[in-house]
């Protein structure tokens, strides 16, 4: 089954997030809950239950995009 395009949007803001510079961190949070929110719209997921559902879809996304790997999220 194709990825649906709201999960790829959120995929694309997760890794923009994680790819940022500190002075455009807020922005890109922003948008990742902006991304996140729709997609919960969408699916009828919670915000919780949908990011549990597609973590392991993300590095599939990104080999899949032909992006360079993410550096590893800061906790």
Known sequence: MPRPEYIALVHAAKYDLRFCFGAEKPEMLRRYK???EA???A???SG???EAA???DFGDWVK???LPKPPPAKI
């Open 48 to 50: 919780p239950e949908l």
């Open 34 to 36: 902006a991304a996140l």
């Open 39 to 41: 997609a919960c719209r």
């Open 54 to 56: 597609i973590a392991r």
């Open 43 to 45: 699916s009828g997921f």
């Open 64 to 66: 899949q995009e032909k």
